[in-house]
């Protein structure tokens, strides 16, 4: 089954910059729509930004301007690029991934991202 592996969390202070990336386990299949949440306790798990197969993004208001999700779709790898990030960025951001056709999407185990003011 497919597991997604995430990577580059971590303690930054405002105004700094992260890179988060994960990436599918296995091989024999091409995830099709990639994305990141994130979910601070008490909250709601939020999307942050989407990206479909053929490149298409969405982002959440208030990260637009300041992340960017790519992906590399021959390695079932997205990434998120996290600029000029703000206290209220710190969460557990987690990577999510579906095949093409289905529903449910697949998880990652989610990684912290600490913004210090």
């Known amino acids: 089954q497919v597991q997604l592996v995430e990577s580059g969390g971590g303690l930054v202070q405002a105004g700094g910059s992260l890179r988060l990336s994960c990436a599918a386990s296995g091989s024999g299949f091409r995830i099709g729509t990639m994305g990141w949440y994130r979910q601070n306790p008490g909250n709601e798990r939020e999307l942050v930004a989407v990206?479909?197969?053929?490149?298409?993004?969405n982002y959440a208001d208030s990260v637009k301007g300041r992340f960017i999700i790519s992906r590399n779709s021959a390695k079932n790898t997205v990434y998120l690029q996290m600029n000029s990030l703000k206290p209220e960025d710190t969460a557990v951001y987690y990577c999510t991934g579906r095949l093409p056709g289905q529903v449910d999407n697949y998880w990652g185990q989610g990684t912290q991202v600490t913004v210090s003011s």
């Open positions: 990206i479909s197969s053929i490149g298409l993004t």
